[in-house]
Each structure stands twice: as structure tokens, then as C-alpha cells.
């Protein structure tokens, strides 16, 4: 069965600098794997996301992450914090030999992230 | 693109009353899913259509949820009769069918609270 884990529950980091948000993934196969943002009162945002290809997948807002296969990693990554960027994040994975080719998405716990000015 | 439409976006009701919650997904999408987030048990697949034909209800929690898909615009979500721990905020999501890893939009939820 597919799963997702995200180790932190919070992650804190000051304006300006790099964050990363970590996260591992388990499928049989070989994963499609996304991440999502969440502000507050609303919805999921689709960010960014990996098929195939080139292991560093870039996104909305300057977010990137890398595919790490040795790993089974997908960690989320930005240069520079922005304080606007203080939201819940989520991991998300999809096996796509897994229940009968029909898309079944697992998510993450969620990370805080909180950007501090 | 109007987004995933969500109504009502606030419910305040009573134990054992009837809950209905809706949703239209994105013209073109022909998959739509109902989660259900709460600060416990975080995010919860509940059950999923493909084409209108619910293809995975595992998730839901007893007899007392149901969920329909009459049409490719239009799902509901209800729960009778309603208990305060199914307090939760209810998402609904679409996607155009699978294969190419296409992502999944969300609506902005109905906060559902059980008195």
C-alpha cells in the first residue's frame, strides 16, 4: 500500500532564508508525487509536482523539489522565505499501478511552516 | 475557471439533524473526491467517483454518511443523522482522470460543527 510520511509537524525559519520541508514516500512501483499548500480557512493549493523526468521538479510561487528515488524522498524547498509563505504544507503520493489504475492520492500529516519576520 | 464550488461553506446544526453539503466540480474533470480534515485525524479520503460511479467508499465512516454523484457537475455529501464528532471541515476535489499524475483542485471546504 502507498504512504507518505512528513516528519515535522512545524518548521520555523527567518525571512530570507532557504527552508526545506521534508518528506518520504512508499509505493511498489514508481510514485507520482506532489505537494500542496494550505492557508488558512482554505482549501488545498496545488504547488508542484513529479511524473518522470528531471529530478528537480519547480513551481507556483518559487517553490522546487527534488526527487531523491535511493531515498524515497521528495523533499519541498525554496531559496529565500517569504513571510507570506507561512501555511501548511502537504505531501502527497499516488501509485499508479496501484487500485486498478484509478487515482487514489494518500496525503501527508501536514507541516506548519512558519516564516518569521 | 470558477474553481470547485463548495456550499454552504458554514453549517451549524444539531445532533441528529440531517446535513447535506454540496459541491460542483471544474467543468471537464471526471474525478471528484470528498475529504474530511480535522486536527486529530488530519486529512481523510472519504470516498471517490470516476465518471460519476463511486469507485472507492472505504473511507467513509458508517451508514450514517452517503455521498451521490447524479450528474458530472454536481455531488452531495450527507449525513443523517448528524453527531457532534462529525464536526470537521468537508473538502471536495476534482481531476481530470488519471494516467497523467493531474492534480487534484480543491474547493475552500465546508466547516461543519454538531451541537
Known amino acids: 500500500a502507498q504512504s507518505v510520511a512528513q516528519p515535522e509537524d512545524q518548521v520555523k525559519v527567518a525571512e530570507g532564508n532557504p527552508l526545506t520541508v521534508k518528506c518520504t514516500y512508499s509505493v511498489s512501483g514508481n510514485p507520482y508525487l506532489f505537494w500542496y499548500v494550505q492557508y488558512p480557512n482554505r482549501g488545498l493549493q496545488f504547488l508542484l509536482k513529479y511524473i518522470t523526468g528531471d529530478n528537480l521538479v519547480k513551481g507556483s510561487y518559487g517553490f522546487e523539489a527534488e526527487f531523491n528515488k535511493s531515498q524515497t524522498s521528495f523533499h519541498l524547498k525554496k531559496p529565500s522565505a517569504l513571510v507570506s509563505d507561512s501555511a501548511l504544507y502537504f505531501c502527497a503520493v499516488r501509485d499508479p499501478f496501484e487500485s486498478g489504475g484509478y487515482q487514489k492520492v494518500t496525503f501527508g500529516t501536514g507541516t506548519k511552516l512558519q516564516v518569521i519576520p | 475557471d470558477a474553481g470547485v464550488i463548495q456550499s454552504p461553506r458554514h453549517e451549524v446544526t444539531e445532533m441528529g439533524q440531517e446535513v447535506t453539503l454540496r459541491c460542483k466540480p471544474i467543468?471537464?474533470?471526471?474525478?471528484l473526491f470528498w475529504y474530511r480534515q480535522t486536527m486529530m485525524r488530519g486529512l481523510e479520503l472519504l470516498i471517490y467517483f470516476n465518471n460519476n460511479v463511486p469507485i472507492d467508499d472505504s473511507g467513509m465512516p458508517e451508514d450514517r454518511f452517503s455521498a451521490k454523484m447524479p450528474n458530472a457537475s454536481f455531488s452531495t455529501l450527507k449525513i443523517q443523522p448528524s453527531e457532534p464528532r462529525d464536526s470537521a471541515v468537508y473538502f471536495c476535489?476534482?481531476?481530470?482522470?488519471?494516467?497523467?499524475?493531474?492534480?487534484?483542485?480543491f474547493g475552500n471546504g465546508t466547516r461543519l460543527t454538531v451541537t
Open positions: 467543468s471537464g474533470h471526471n474525478s
Open positions: 476535489a476534482s481531476s481530470r482522470e488519471t494516467g497523467t499524475g493531474s492534480p487534484l483542485h
